[in-house]
């Protein structure tokens, strides 16, 4: 490709004469990638500079001139022009970081259009790195002409120099450390063959320009595909590569949360501290959230979880069982990798109008990895142990899960145990397993040590953990707890951080609980198991649990769920949120 000095610019900084594109090579001219603008200082801002055409990066992204670099563009082998007759080089630093549609590395020289990594792509971004590299070159030495030299790596926005009248916007960039992450942001992930690009300069650029955010498909590798029904095809929605390109460590994050909401009370005015807690420092991938003794107003309810979560999740699912709550989220970007979602309920105290003991359990797979989710109330009092551990069992005999779906494992799976039919199981709720002591060897037990000590003495006198530790019930053998750090969930004085004054003198205990299982324990680690203790709206506190689990990839012959999700509390719930902190509470029915 003939090059562009600066005899074939103008004054105006209009191209004199382009040079011919030669047959092989794509010229920096066709090629649509990054966004060049400018002129002269003061002049026209709309003119081409040095020959390289002006193009929109993708459709919608916002130009700005704020967050811009300007500076003259540089001549190779030449002293850098006056500044009266500089034109200006922006380039967004913003657009570059979060938005640039470059799924290629840099590469600083040009190369025949047959390669797929060093080709057409590679010419128009090696661009990109040669004037990063005499910006650099040209700033240092200018400033130590002029100016006092800039400390580290950072040079100015804009020179503020009084000949070219410009006006620093105050931005810093850091160039080196620019050119050192524009690798990793434009990663070039292809597999396609050098033939697949064995075409005409002009076809490159048209298919480029179209969609530079998604890479081409030519005809040839589509006419290659494999369509067999139900292929565990890599290619495939629920393929390998797609999977991988979402999660290439193959770990998903999970939230599991389980609640007591104390039928009638007003919501709190936040749910950060239980759907946002900062034990990790990223919002999960998919939330699994069981309330009992359940506001009536489920919609209000789902509405403030998809408020806290914001735009980025949505409500895949949502089932009720009774006062019984279960709701999924999910982010969105992964809402096509979910297969429908199924659900089941078992009650344990017949008999009764409204349903407050008892399970709901749902079930979908994500990609090729299936998910129970079982929310469960069971029989309270000190006493009742036996009867708890019977409702455990009803559970796990008669929720009827899964039923299209297929099981993904048949040889592991036991028809009597729910739970045996799943990669991974997550039963919470409020378990009412109690603390085997009374109230004032509690009391002197918090008195006298407090934290991990505290807990320690006090596990050993709970059912729960007893029961797991000597396998008292066959359906709780393979689950397992995470270590708890936090103080007893139950009694509280409502509104209050009290343990129970009331004439009845409850014994705090660890009534709420999330339990886990996994077909193989090395593909799940729980991250955090806590309590939210700044909400004081019932007599139970949040507690919430957040694992990383490994996932594999799926068929196609799973019913998906298509993208479906409850649009209407998406919509509420983003409108209210700009008015979020003017919000001080959410007014609900009481059960009578």
Not at 285 to 291: F, N, P, Q, R
Not at 447 to 463: A, H, I, N, P, Y
Not at 476 to 504: C, M, W
Not at 506 to 527: A, E, F, G, I, Q
């Amino acid at each position: 490709m003939a090059s562009v000095t600066t005899d074939d610019i103008s004054d105006e900084g209009e191209l004199i004469q382009p040079s011919p594109v030669p047959t092989g090579r794509v010229s920096v001219l066709n090629m649509p990638y990054i966004q060049i603008g400018g002129g002269q200082t003061g002049g026209d801002t709309n003119s081409h500079t040095r020959g390289i055409r002006r193009h929109t990066m993708s459709p919608g992204l916002p130009q700005t001139d704020s967050d811009s670099l300007r500076t003259p563009f540089p001549s190779k082998g030449k002293e850098r022009a006056n500044s009266s007759n500089a034109v200006d080089l922006k380039i967004s630093i913003d657009e570059f970081r979060r938005n640039s549609p470059l799924p290629f590395p840099l590469s600083t020289e040009t190369s025949p259009v047959p390669s797929p990594r060093d080709g057409a792509v590679a010419t128009a971004v090696g661009a990109v790195g040669s004037v990063l590299e005499e910006l650099e070159d040209n700033r240092s030495s200018q400033s130590s002409e002029s100016t006092p030299p800039c400390s580290g790596d950072e040079l100015d926005a804009d020179p503020g120099s009084a000949d070219n009248g410009a006006t620093s916007g105050g931005l810093k960039i850091a160039v080196p450390s620019l050119r050192r992450s524009l690798p990793n942001l434009l990663r070039f992930k292809s597999d396609r063959q050098t033939s697949d690009l064995e075409s005409d300069v002009e076809s490159i650029s048209t298919s480029m320009s179209t969609s530079s955010l998604l890479r081409p498909i030519t005809v040839k590798s589509a006419r290659s595909r494999s369509y067999l029904t139900g292929s565990a095809a890599k290619e495939g929605l629920l393929g390998q590569d797609e999977m991988l390109r979402y999660f290439p460590d193959r770990k998903v994050t999970i939230f599991v949360g389980t609640w007591n909401m104390n039928t009638g009370r007003l919501l709190p005015i936040s749910l950060d501290d239980f759907l946002l807690p900062m034990d990790i420092g990223s919002v999960c991938d998919i939330y699994a959230i069981g309330t009992q003794e359940s506001m009536q107003d489920k919609r209000e309810w789902e509405v403030r979880m998809q408020e806290t979560l914001g735009s980025s999740h949505v409500l895949l699912h949502s089932g009720l069982h009774g006062v019984l709550y279960l709701s999924l989220f999910i982010r969105r970007d992964l809402i096509w990798f979910c297969s429908i979602v199924e659900q089941s309920a078992v009650t344990t105290r017949a008999g009764t109008m409204y349903k407050t003991k008892g399970a709901i359990g749902v079930c979908f797979h994500f990609f090729g990895t299936s998910l129970l989710f079982i929310n469960s109330h069971c029989k309270s009092n000190v006493e009742r142990n036996p009867q708890r551990l019977v409702d455990i069992k009803r559970i796990c005999k008669y929720m009827e899960l899964p039923r299209q779906l297929p099981n993904t494992n048949e040889y592991l799976a036991v028809k009597s145990d729910v739970t045996s039919k799943f990669d991974y199981v997550f039963l919470m709720g409020d378990l009412n397993f109690r603390i085997e002591l009374d109230r004032q060897e509690v009391d002197s037990i918090l008195s006298d040590c407090t934290g991990s000590e505290f807990v320690s003495r006090v596990l050993e006198k709970d059912q729960l953990h007893n029961c797991m530790k000597h396998g008292t019930s066959k359906h709780l053998r393979g689950f397992q707890e995470a270590p708890i750090t936090f103080n007893p969930s139950y009694k509280f004085d409502v509104d209050s951080n009290t343990y129970d004054t009331s004439y009845k003198q409850r014994t705090p205990s660890y009534t709420d609980r999330v339990l886990y299982k996994s077909r193989r324990n090395k593909d799940m680690d729980c991250l955090a198991y806590g309590c939210s203790h700044s909400i004081t709206s019932s007599d139970h506190k949040p507690v919430y649990a957040i694992f990383r689990c490994a996932i594999r990839p799926g068929r196609e012959n799973v019913p998906l769920s298509a993208g479906l999700f409850a649009r209407d509390i998406y919509l509420e719930a983003i409108k209210r949120r700009p008015t979020r902190n003017s919000q001080k509470s959410s007014s609900v029915c009481s059960l009578q």
